[in-house]
């Protein structure tokens, strides 16, 4: 069974720039959670998608947006970069609807200059 | 907002030695989950946990769902140099997959 996988694995962005990342789940499961990890906040919740629909989101401003599509495929938006946006940007997918296990793809690592 | 203690923050250990760290909350929480993250990697579920008192085993991995329901706790037996690397706790944020992590705690082994 395929895990997670995200793309693109490393990106480098400049101050002002948007960038997307990618995420594929798990085959099956309807449950997409994005957080971004950073050495000082550590890991934190940005969004959750179930079913195309926005189901949860976390204390992030509006620059950060996502979707999913009808493959459970999602996609997150950072427009505006800032410097303070350099993170490791991990996606989860769960098989659940309640709270469940969530299985981790290896990260987009974003670099904002 | 909600934040998950682990303790210690690093260890130090030599192989074969037992290891235990714990995490902790200042709320009730009804879902535990343990993760560990190689360099370069994303986190990995370890254990699920969803039973106050509940005692579950993965390999050489025991972790514990705290009576109180604020505090899980993670043991690795005779410790192995792949046994490196950080180790979260996790905790349900509400409905759905939401999760507060944990501060981390950062696992080295000396062969």
């Known amino acids: 069974k395929a895990g997670v996988t995200q793309t693109p694995r490393y990106l480098i962005k400049t101050r002002g720039q948007q960038v997307t990342l990618s995420c594929s789940p798990i085959?099956?499961?309807?449950?997409v959670s994005w957080y971004q990890q950073t050495p000082g906040q550590g890991l934190q919740f940005l969004f959750e998608y179930f079913s195309e629909t926005q189901r949860n989101k976390g204390n992030f401003p509006g620059r950060f947006s996502g979707r999913q599509f009808s493959n459970s495929r999602s996609e997150m938006n950072v427009s505006t970069l800032e410097l303070g946006d350099s993170a490791l940007y991990l996606c989860?997918?769960?098989?659940?609807?309640?709270?469940?296990?969530?299985?981790f793809g290896e990260g987009s690592r974003l670099t904002v200059l | 907002g909600q934040q998950l203690n682990q303790s210690p923050q690093s260890m130090f250990i030599q192989e074969g030695e037992d290891v235990s760290m714990n995490c902790t909350s200042s709320?009730?929480?009804?879902?535990w989950l343990w993760y560990k993250q190689d360099p370069g990697e994303g986190p990995v579920l370890l254990i699920a946990l969803y039973k106050a008192g509940e005692l579950t085993s993965n390999g050489r991995l025991t972790a514990q769902f705290g009576i109180t329901r604020k505090d899980s706790f993670l043991n690795i037996s005779a410790s192995i140099p792949s046994d490196v690397g950080i180790y979260f706790c996790a905790g349900p944020m509400g409905t759905g997959n939401q999760f507060y992590f944990g501060t981390g705690t950062s696992l080295t082994v000396i062969p």
């Open positions: 709320s009730i929480f009804n879902t």
């Open positions: 989860a997918s769960s098989s659940t609807g309640l709270t469940g296990e969530l299985f």
């Open positions: 085959s099956g499961h309807r449950s």
